[in-house]
């Protein structure tokens, strides 16, 4: 039996979608209908996703504080917000949750005006320029870490630890032993950047395997993620180096080979983090060096304090030093086995059914 409906609003990176993503999944096993709003760039993500139907609103990222800038952004927000509030009358939602990104602000905004119980997700130990924006029109805040920086003083009373909520496709491999490593036989390594992070993996890390002790490479099995342009200048290392790779520029299936993983290497944006903590799986981590706030560091330095994983700035990273990193790590299972298990240890696998429950509290607060 249906209960209601619910509207799930993110904006197009996998960064956003994927736990979006996962309440979805959540909110379906309990009988509610799920509408996902989002931007263009999403359809690579939600040609998937357990909505009833998506929508699209017009958006806008602030592209400069120039008069012109703020007013076509202003402009075009603006406009989403009317089209969002034709897309709330059509879709009726008992309550609509964001997941930040500037995709966000209008139907949001939106809801508020038709006064629809609105909660907001923040997945980074650093709360999101939307989300900080969003705060005050939330009637509930969601935090994946019990001490999120830059989260404005306002919401705090209506802050709810509840962790970042991870799909069904990580939840099942939650309890999947982290693969022994012994002194011969393969070794799994999987690499990944997302859109942002790709190029730099994909320049650093074949010069890095290149560099390693033949009997190391002969070992190695080794998935990366590049970009389209980069396959065949990286899938050409990869054969001269005589290392066994599989290279993509999307992986559908990652949390399963990441499951697989001895190490990964990766950036530190808050889904990958979050999945590796749930997966128990060590990982360097490299922040996105631009990345706004400076979460990606943020979430990168909590895992590496936990003992879970190893951070390095991405200009003190040299295809050399990351050579020795992985030597250093392949060569030492005792290290890489306590770090999995350090990295277990902060996986919240019951986030997602923590912020259903939220969910459903606002469904009858209308």
């Not at 996962?22 to 996703?49: C, I, K, P, S, W």
């Not at 005792?334 to 986030?351: F, M, N, P, V």
Request: hydrophobic content about 45%; charged content about 25%.
């Amino acid at each position: 039996m249906t209960k209601s409906r619910v509207m799930v609003a993110a904006g197009g990176t996998g960064g956003h979608l994927f736990p979006a993503f996962a309440l979805a999944e959540e909110l379906g096993r309990r009988g509610y209908e799920v509408d996902l709003v989002t931007e263009q760039r999403g359809e690579r993500y939600d040609t998937n996703f357990p909505a009833r139907k998506v929508y699209y609103v017009p958006s806008a990222t602030l592209g400069g504080r120039s008069p012109q800038a703020v007013a076509k952004t202003g402009l075009t927000l603006s406009r989403g917000v009317i089209s969002a509030l034709r897309m709330l009358g059509e879709a009726k939602p008992a309550a609509i949750v964001g997941f930040g990104g500037y995709p966000t602000i209008p139907p949001l905004i939106a809801a508020w005006l038709r006064r629809i119980p609105i909660a907001i997700h923040e997945q980074n130990a650093v709360m999101g320029r939307a989300n900080r924006l969003l705060a005050r029109f939330a009637t509930n805040v969601a935090l994946s870490f019990d001490v999120t920086r830059l989260l404005p003083e306002g919401a705090k009373a209506k802050a709810r630890l509840t962790g970042a909520p991870v799909r069904d496709a990580v939840l099942q491999l939650a309890s999947k032993p982290y693969p022994k490593l012994g002194a011969s036989g393969k070794v799994s390594l999987v690499v990944f950047g997302g859109s942002q992070g790709a190029q730099y993996f994909s320049d650093i890390v074949p010069d890095a395997v290149l560099a390693l002790p033949e009997d190391v490479r002969k070992r190695l099995s080794l998935v990366q993620q590049c970009r389209p342009e980069d396959l065949d200048r990286v899938s050409a290392i990869y054969a001269k180096a005589g290392v066994d790779g599989e290279l993509a520029s999307f992986f559908d299936d990652l949390p399963k080979r990441m499951s697989q993983a001895h190490l990964v290497i990766s950036r530190s944006g808050a889904s990958s983090v979050a999945e590796l903590a749930v997966l128990g799986r060590p990982a360097i981590l490299v922040p996105l060096p631009h990345a706004l706030d400076n979460d990606q560091l943020e979430n990168a330095t909590r895992l590496q304090q936990a003992g879970g994983a190893w951070c390095f700035p991405q200009a003190e990273l040299t295809s050399a030093r990351m050579a020795d990193e992985i030597i250093r790590l392949l060569r030492d299972p005792k290290a890489l086995g306590q770090a999995a298990e350090a990295a277990r240890s902060c996986g919240k696998a019951d986030a997602v059914e923590k912020l259903a429950d939220l969910v459903e509290e606002l469904t009858t607060r209308r």
